[in-house]
């Protein structure tokens, strides 16, 4: 590449869009069009340059230019370790469509709900990915093994039982019966099954559908996802004696859903329809003051 060399001693490129057109080279070999692309890199930044030559590439060899996406999918991997306290560390890769796929999807979701929202870039990336697991328009089948103790939130019961997980906590639980299916299973003497009862989703079906022309959205002060992404939310909880009319339901994105239960916070709807959402109690210690 004569040219290009000259170039780049000349400062009319840089070493970034040199190596952009030596990797353009070695993959289209006889095809490649040195003066064409001298002059692309020389109007253009290295970044905009490496697209520039990906569709050179792609209209020199547009099969080979498949071959190298197809090797990129038949190399995707994922790794799930989970962590003694139950915590998952990921490791992976996608090829360029997979990844923008998930991206695509991800990033509506990792948007900032409202402007009381803190979390960082990266904190709001992972909400999204699990937000993304958990909900949609097609939910996935997670089964949760309880006892009724647990799911209604009594003093001493254990914790509940989750495929690919370290026992969950009963504030799990009750979120994820806020607006799921529920099968009965109960067991007898020896883990024995003695009866299994019918799935029922508590809000669907019309109900779901005045909700959502109802709310809107996440009713969560200053928050505005849309109600295909929000769960129908019990203000009180139907293993409370909560009902499923509307009154008593109310829209809740994934994340603020997750703080009603889990971050125990507290959402009220007052007298006058306005929502008012309560942190939860700080205790701070009293320390002794020293001397001055």
Same mark, same amino acid.
């Given at each position: ?98 990844? *923008? +796929? ?5 990033? &509506?979701?990792?948007? =900032?709900?409202? $402007?009381?929202? !803190? ?39 254990? *914790? +509940? ?5 370290? &026992?969950?906590?009963? =504030?799990?639980? $009750?979120?994820? !019966? ?47 996802? &849309? ?66």
């Amino acid at each position: 590449m004569p040219e290009s060399v000259q170039a780049v001693q000349s400062g009319e490129i840089g070493f970034a869009h040199l190596t952009v057109m030596a990797r353009t080279a070695d993959a289209v070999r006889g095809r490649f069009h040195e003066s064409k692309l001298l002059k692309d890199a020389c109007e253009n930044s290295p970044g905009k340059f490496h697209y520039i030559c990906r569709h050179f590439r792609h209209s020199a060899d547009p099969m080979g230019y498949a071959a190298e996406q197809a090797e990129q999918v038949e190399n995707r991997s994922l790794s799930l370790s989970m962590w003694e306290d139950g915590s998952y560390l990921l490791s992976g890769i996608l090829d360029s469509v997979g990844g *923008a +796929a998930l991206r695509t999807a991800l990033e &509506p979701l990792a948007r =900032k709900s409202g $402007e009381h929202d !803190a979390r960082k870039p990266d904190r709001r990336l992972a909400d999204a990915l699990v937000e993304l697991a958990e909900g949609g328009m097609q939910r996935p089948q997670i089964q949760v093994t309880s006892s009724l103790e647990t799911l209604l939130g009594l003093a001493g019961a254990p *914790a +509940a039982d989750m495929d690919f997980s370290l &026992p969950i906590s009963s =504030k799990t639980v $009750e979120r994820f !019966a806020c607006d799921c299916g529920v099968t009965r299973v109960l067991l007898g003497s020896e883990s024995t099954v003695i009866d299994v009862g019918r799935s029922k989703r508590t809000v669907s079906g019309p109900a779901r559908r005045a909700l959502n022309a109802r709310d809107g959205h996440c009713k969560w002060p200053g928050c505005d996802r &849309p109600a295909k992404r929000s769960a129908a939310h019990h203000v009180v909880h139907w293993t409370n004696g909560g009902s499923t009319d509307l009154d008593n339901l109310l829209l809740l994105c994934h994340r603020h859903h997750w703080l009603v239960h889990e971050g125990r916070w507290q959402i009220v709807r007052s007298d006058d329809g306005r929502i008012l959402t309560i942190p939860p109690t700080t205790q701070f210690q009293r320390l002794a003051r020293g001397p001055d």
